[in-house]
């Protein structure tokens, strides 16, 4: 089994920063697919970043491209979500999530495995 982790989260104002991170354990992850997702009040969880861990293929949603940066510390079996000029509409509650097959166009349903997540504030 594979147990997930998140840390990382706060209240942040407009055009901050944060720093998520998801402990990994349970087996080996060298051929996992990692990714983060989101849920804010009353929608959907959905994509926002994913990585081959070895961290040779990453994939963005557009509303999150050029401002996060998804990567992976294989040392400390963690991954992480950096966040950068952060905007209200980030406010949700973040997800690390683990598959054993990579998804050019990643969807909850591919992903078994789950942390409890974290949540993310921004103020405006």
Known sequence: QVQLAESGGGLVQAGGSLRLTCAASGRTFRNYFMAWFRAAPGKEREFVAAIVWSGAH???????RGRFTISTDNAKNTVYLQMSSLKPEDTAIYYCAASDTFH???????????????????SS
């Open 58 to 64: 990453t994939i963005y949603a557009d509303s999150v």
């Open 104 to 122: 050019y166009y990643p969807t909850p349903s591919n992903f078994a495995s789950w942390g409890q997540g974290t949540q993310v504030t921004v």
